[in-house]
């Protein structure tokens, strides 16, 4: 098992900027990929980034890339966020979440642990 707990969101102004961490539990983190996804108001779950075991591979959407970077510190069992630039339409819950393997998968169905979430709100 592993338990993730976001931390990090909040209510910014357009153009801002805010770092989300997760802190791992449970299972040997370092073995494992994690991803970002996230869920605007009235809108289905979709994802955001993630990162390989090693943090040498990372993807994102395609929405948030180049203002959002992933990243993970394996000795803190912690992968962050770090959300510039941000926009209205980034407003959302987001999501940290964990695979049982080590590379990477960009669909919330190739995910194995979720944590609660943490909100985000970009105000205009």
């Known amino acids: 098992q592993v338990q993730l707990v976001e931390s990090g969101g909040g209510l910014v102004q357009a153009g801002s900027s805010l770092r989300l961490s997760c802190a791992a539990s449970g299972r040997t983190f370092s073995n494992t990929a994690m991803g970002w996804f996230r869920q605007g108001p009235g809108k289905e779950r979709e994802f955001v980034a993630t990162?390989?075991?090693?943090?040498?591979?990372?993807l994102y959407a395609d929405s948030v890339k180049g203002r959002f970077t992933i990243s993970r510190d394996n000795a803190k069992n912690t992968v962050y966020l770090q959300m510039n630039s941000l926009k209205p339409e980034d407003t959302a819950v987001y999501y940290c979440a964990a695979r049982r393997v080590g590379f990477t998968a960009t669909t919330s169905i190739g995910y194995d642990y979720w944590g609660q979430g943490t909100q985000v709100t970009v105000s205009s």
């Open positions: 990162i390989s075991w090693s943090g040498e591979i990372t």
